[in-house]
Antibody
Framework: QVQLQESGPGLVKPSETLSLTCTVS????????WSWLRQSPGKGLEWIGY???????NYNPSLKSRAAISVDTSKKQLSLRLSSVSAADTAVYFC?????????WGQGTLVTVSS | EIVLTQSPGTLSLSPGEKATLSCRAS???????LAWYQQRPGQAPRLLIF???NRATGIPDRFSGSGSGTDFTLTISGLEPEDFAVYYC?????????FGQGTKVEIK
């Protein structure tokens, strides 16, 4: 069965760039859409964007072009970079596979934005 | 952007009772690209229903989804102890994909 694991710093300073990695095991990256999502008490679940295994992307315009998602099919990893972060970006970040809904999720990683 | 409004915010029921959760879309979803998720405390969401009415792999048949257009419903017929959780609807018919704010099903 597919497993996803997020990793990255748990603390990021305001105005800096948040960088997270998601490692996929138990399944191929090919043929699927892969997403990043986040969840904060104030805003609930928010879709950040997706990347198709071929590299095409689509982002939530609410992030005002601050997000960038990439995929390395050989390493079976996807990455998220979110620039110019503020306290409003504090959340649990999830990576997930999309196949007729988000059918597989990572456990999530808490990222706090604070100086 | 499609806004999903879930009701009620909290549903207080006893084990064995039937739960009916609502998700209203504005504007209307032109396709049935709506999913339902269950989230227990400290866990990631779990896909229950896709395409408005199709159960995901491994989901018990006490969970069912229905609806189209603007009104969608998740029904849990006979609540089990593990079903007390938060439920979210999500649309993937139009970008940006969006979620409802959630309905908490709690033990009465």
């Amino acid at each position: 069965q597919v497993q996803l694991q997020e990793s990255g710093p748990g603390l990021v300073k305001p105005s800096e760039t948040l960088s997270l990695t998601c490692t996929v095991s138990g399944a191929s990256v090919s043929g699927y859409y892969w997403s990043w999502l986040r969840q904060s008490p104030g805003k609930g679940l928010e879709w950040i964007g997706y990347i198709y295994y071929s590299g095409s992307t689509n982002y939530n315009p609410s992030l005002k072009s601050r997000a960038a998602i990439s995929v390395d099919t050989s390493k079976k990893q996807l990455s998220l970079r979110l620039s110019s972060v503020s306290a409003a970006d504090t959340a649990v970040y999830f990576c997930a596979r999309f196949f007729r809904g988000f059918d597989s999720w990572g456990q999530g990683t808490l990222v706090t934005v604070s100086s | 952007e499609i806004v999903l409004t879930q009701s009620p915010g909290t549903l207080s029921l006893s084990p064995g009772e039937k739960a009916t959760l609502s998700c209203r879309a504005s504007p209307s979803l032109s396709s049935s690209y709506l999913a339902w998720y269950q989230q227990r405390p400290g866990q990631a969401p779990r896909l229950l229903i896709f395409g408005a009415s199709n159960r995901a792999t491994g989901i018990p048949d006490r969970f069912s989804g229905s609806g189209s257009g603007t009104d969608f419903t998740l029904t849990i017929s006979g609540l089990e102890p593990e079903d007390f959780a938060v439920y979210y609807c999500q649309q993937y018919g139009r970008s940006p994909w969006t979620f409802g704010q959630g309905t908490k099903v709690e033990i009465k």
